[in-house]
């Protein structure tokens, strides 16, 4: 019971570090490196890589490294359609319900994403921990726990290329994009506008993937098209 308990933790909190973004596409891993930054042996971790190899989270090559996956170019855009479609109806679903409560919990978590954006060198780890935060405090509040699981399950599979360009302190970054579709969901929800909390929120996803696409940090597969919700 122990070591199962140990291993659901482990497996836990590499999950969380995918879908959070704090690991790179083509970032090498060892077992080793892994558990030591854990604090476990290598047996939990091992058993926690192996079921996020099986879910595509993860590669492991020939000679037993381990990989963050990169992502071809169709499979970001298929995966970005589907997120555009699943998170913006999960957007207009919170609108409807979200209470005072986690509405001034989502705004805390906004205020403290624009102060770090404010200073002259934000800090780009907490940057990219605030920004799945608000995303999935808002994705919580739609109460529809079969899609939470599967976004969270897309989350696993783009969640290292998805804050790219607030690693890369590209002009996206210095004009404060992300912040400010953040606003105007948060606005929204204020307002109890479906609507709105769904195109805010789809217009978020759309600009972080052309600027993602135009990068090259994919592997290219077939030619660039824009990014739609059906």
Not at 6 to 17: E, H, P
Not at 179 to 191: G, I, N, P, R, Y
Request: charged share 25%; hydrophobic share 45%; net charge negative.
């Amino acid at each position: 019971m122990i070591r199962q308990t140990l291993s659901a933790d482990v497996y836990a909190q590499l999950r969380d570090l995918l879908i959070s973004g704090r690991v790179m596409p083509g970032e090498k891993l060892s077992l080793r490196s892994l558990a030591d930054a854990l604090g476990v042996s290598v047996m939990p971790v091992r058993e926690a890589v192996h079921r996020l190899v099986a879910e595509q989270a993860l590669e492991m090559a020939a000679n037993r490294y381990i990989r963050v996956p990169v992502l071809t170019v169709s499979q970001f855009r298929e995966i970005t359609s589907i997120r555009l479609n699943l998170e913006g109806q999960a957007a207009a679903r919170a609108a409807e319900l979200v209470d005072s409560q986690t509405l001034a919990e989502i705004e805390k978590i906004h205020e403290a994403f624009c102060a770090e954006f404010a200073k002259g060198a934000p800090d780009e780890s907490r940057l990219i921990t605030l920004n799945k935060e608000l995303h999935f405090a808002i994705y919580n509040q739609a109460d529809m726990p079969i899609l939470l699981q599967i976004v969270e399950s897309l989350w696993l599979r783009i969640g290292p290329i998805i804050n790219y360009d607030l690693r890369s302190g590209t002009e996206r970054v210095v004009q404060r994009v992300q912040a400010s579709h953040h606003a105007a969901m948060v606005d929204a929800l204020k307002k109890g506008d479906s609507v709105a909390a769904r195109e805010s929120l789809q217009d978020d996803i759309k600009s972080a993937a052309e600027f993602i696409l135009n990068t090259g940090a994919l592997i290219v597969a077939d030619a660039h098209k824009p990014v739609e919700a059906d």
